[in-house]
């Protein structure tokens, strides 16, 4: 890279404030490998993104209203999530979220249905007073979180559009 190149690519790199010291933001990382999963085929993650359709909306190719719409990171733990699996990345469709909220939206989730409730292992756990350890267990073992009730296990359908 040339003294010219590498100033151009450094001033793109610094005029949207998303490198401090020289270091990178945690919400540019997120916004840039978004833009990646979803337009660049060499992506390791892009068969998942791009290549089922989802893209970027046009206002999002720009970090400044990235930031703008999303904010920043309400705590590190906290990651981009879609709302609907089958649409893109735009500003009605995402929101910061933890792992473990993001858990119920993928696809390969399975939800537990039974009697007055249903949810993700952990919910029913949760909502039957037990670890998840057990609840696992006993449905590993019993086909059912409570002996005598009778319970579904049926894989997560994708969310229609809302």
Not at 6 to 18: C, D, F, N, P
Not at 24 to 44: D, F, G, I
Not at 57 to 63: G, I, M, S, V
Not at 88 to 101: D, H, I, Q, R, T
């Amino acid at each position: 890279m040339t003294p010219e190149q590498r100033a151009i690519w450094l001033a793109g790199r610094t005029k949207h404030g998303a490198y401090s010291g020289g270091v990178e933001k945690p919400e540019h990382y997120v916004w840039r490998t978004m833009l990646a999963r979803c337009s660049n085929p060499a992506s390791q993650h892009y068969k998942y993104y791009g290549a089922r359709g989802i893209t970027v909306c046009k206002r999002w190719l720009k970090y400044e209203n990235f930031i703008a719409d999303m904010g920043d990171r309400p705590t590190p733990k906290h990651s981009l999530e879609r709302l609907n699996n089958n649409q893109g990345y735009k500003p009605s469709n995402c929101v910061w979220a933890l792992a473990s909220e993001q858990q119920r939206n993928k696809s390969s989730t399975y939800v537990y249905k039974g009697p007055g409730f249903s949810g993700t292992l952990v919910e029913c756990a949760a909502h039957l007073n037990m670890s998840k350890e057990l609840a696992w267990w006993r449905w590993r073992t019993w086909g059912t979180f409570i002996k005598g009730e009778r319970w579904l296990r049926q894989k997560k359908m994708p969310l229609k559009n809302k």
